[in-house]
């Protein structure tokens, strides 16, 4: 929720109406789609906000709730429906159903929303992170009984400046220290809860990613911490029109702390009203101390076995060489050159660097080759990197500089900050390329070119100590269910279904350790010409299946159960991530 500077709260409802509030605070004059997005509004479809309220408010006719980023009201509606049903008086209303909005044309439209189902509440127009708690001086709320609603989800990257800021100072005071990538939810899921009694409940929607990102460990860790018991509601489909994020319900009660959650897989929002938080429908689940709880997605089965190999068999890939970021130029469309564009401004090849072109959709195979190299350039993708000497005076430099001149390109920052603008600090050739960024599942391939590489792949210097065999057999033998199933695990999912690994995600990737390695290769690397063609053809569960059958059953000793249930649950979670079914289909 922005921070639009402002410190007064204007209050509708059974405060004083018809307050005029600052022409400041109309930050989004209109509710466009474009304006919610901006401020990470999207609204929450009933059937989740009718459970939701119906769980936080119980059978209890005097509780109290607070939905910190109001909105439209539909979760006070679905709570001032569920106290009215439980036997709340309606003059006290007003005094049990609170609610927040930085908007004051939403909290408008929720204000006569609530009045069309006869309903009261106290509304108050403010920046949520500007309001006391409870047990500061000057807090206009009492403790609640219940904290209900959807934060607004804003990246980091919008989530800026003095918002940012304030957020992050109010989750600290809570004794939660977030990082500066946090997006707006996190700090505000910690101060919501700072005005929750100690028994009281939370009943949140939450982006997926509390489960998978890094910067979402100390909330993690704060709600094995802060509650009693944690229930986490998934669901297979999409459930918000206008947004592509997957969501997690995350509904907890109690204080002291516990050291396992309910986890309860749906479908949609329609299997909600079936879903019994102590029945049949869930299993316990005990996440680890620290890092994601993507595993959480996994049967208990599943869990068990993946560790047993990890532990057993497997060493992350940082062992054998650490992950490394490429050359970052501040402009690839005009650093990286075709040939046509070297030839058409006279430029030679002792001015310029041998690369891999941007992007890695030209990484089929095990391995990127000299020969590959060349059918790119013929083919005129970008394969030169602009890195001419310092005391280049050459008259096809000035040109080529003249042009990006004119494009504007030293102004880009990370060429504002380096001397020559135009001479980026280029990574020498690395021994393997990583792909960081995927649909499918991260490779890695051999760089048998020794080419240098952009910002758009990682790298891996295969360390001293690495057996010679490392750069051949690595990116034959992590094509195998339980490397894919830890790139689910540890990689980061972003919208549209890309999985994303960072350089330190990376480097926890579970890979052969050297003995299993050693073993498995020595089977395998006869049939490697096979299987590089089969991959580059675009058959890669077939190229899976043949490793798995080598390494995880020959060598690790797994049954054929066990290794198909690895496979299936590397293709599960790619799956849900890839999934992008629309609100509603089938």
């Known amino acids: ?195 929750l009694k100690p028994d009281g409940r939370l009943a949140m929607v939450l982006p997926a990613e509390l489960l998978t990102v890094g910067y979402a460990e100390p909330i993690r860790r704060w709600l094995r911490q802060r509650f009693a018991a944690v229930h986490l509601v998934m669901f297979e489909r999409l459930q918000f029109e206008d947004a592509s994020e997957r969501v997690v319900l995350v509904i907890a009660r109690g204080s002291g702390g516990c050291n396992a959650f309910s986890l309860l897989p749906v479908e949609d929002a329609a299997d909600l009203n079936s879903l019994r938080l102590f029945g049949p429908s869930h299993f316990t689940v005990a996440p680890a101390e620290a890092g994601k709880w993507t595993d959480l997605l996994l049967s208990v089965e599943q869990r068990q076995i993946f560790k047993r190999v990890v532990d057993g068999h497997c060493a992350s890939l940082g062992t054998y060489g650490s992950p490394e970021l490429g050359t970052v130029t501040g402009a690839n469309s005009f650093f990286a050159l075709s040939e046509s564009t070297r030839l058409e401004f006279g430029l030679s090849e002792s001015q310029l660097v041998k690369i891999s072109p941007p992007g890695t959709k030209h990484l089929r195979g095990l391995a990127f080759s000299k020969r590959d190299w060349e059918t790119l350039r013929d083919a005129d993708e970008a394969v030169w990197l ?28 990370k060429c504002r900050i380096r001397t020559p ?83 330190r995600e990376a480097a926890v990737l579970p890979v052969p350790g050297v003995p299993a390695l050693n073993a498995a290769f020595a089977v395998l690397k006869n049939d490697r010409a096979g299987l590089e063609r089969q991959l580059r053809e675009g058959h890669w569960t077939t190229v899976v299946k043949r490793v798995d059958q080598v390494l995880l059953r020959d060598v690790f000793g797994l049954s054929s159960g066990e290794a198909l249930s690895m496979y299936e649950a590397a293709i599960a979670l790619r799956s849900r991530r890839m999934r992008k079914t629309s609100v509603g289909s089938s």
């Open 386 to 413: 602009l890195c001419p000497p310092a005391s280049d005076k050459t008259r096809a430099l000035h040109r080529y500089l003249t042009l990006g001149t004119d494009l504007g390109v030293p102004d880009a920052y």
């Open 1 to 195: 929720m922005p921070s639009l500077g402002h410190r007064r709260h204007v209050r509708f409802g059974s405060c004083r109406r018809g307050a005029k509030y600052p022409r400041r605070m109309r930050a989004y004059p209109s509710d466009v789609p474009s304006a919610r997005k901006a401020r990470g509004a999207f609204f929450t479809p009933p059937a989740i906000a009718d459970y939701l309220a119906s769980w936080a408010v119980d059978d209890d006719p005097t509780a109290r709730v607070l939905d910190p980023t109001c909105g439209e009201s539909v979760f006070l509606r679905a709570a001032g429906l569920r106290l009215r049903e439980v036997g709340a008086k309606p003059a006290t209303l007003a005094s049990q159903i609170f609610g927040v909005d930085v908007e004051p044309d939403s909290v408008l439209r929720s204000e006569s929303a609530l009045s069309a189902e006869g309903l009261k509440a106290t509304l108050l127009v403010d920046d949520f992170f500007d309001i006391s708690t409870p047990d500061q001086i000057g807090c206009p709320l009492p403790a609640m009984d219940a904290i209900i609603g959807n934060p607004p989800y804003i990246r980091y990257q919008e989530h800026a400046g003095m918002a940012r800021r304030r957020s992050r100072a109010a989750a600290l005071s809570q004794g939660v220290r977030l990082s500066g990538l946090a997006s707006s939810w996190a700090a505000l899921l910690v101060h919501a809860c700072a005005f």
């Open 421 to 503: 603008w135009w001479r980026p600090s280029v990574v020498s050739p690395p021994d393997l390329f990583f792909t960081y960024m995927s649909h499918r599942y991260p490779r890695l391939v051999r760089n048998s070119a020794k080419v240098s590489f952009l910002n758009s792949m990682h790298g891996i210097r295969l360390k001293k100590e690495a057996p010679k065999s490392a750069a051949s057999a690595l990116p034959l033998l992590c094509l195998n269910s339980i490397t894919m199933l830890g790139a689910e695990i540890y990689g980061r999912s972003y919208g549209g279904g890309v999985l994303k690994m960072e350089p």
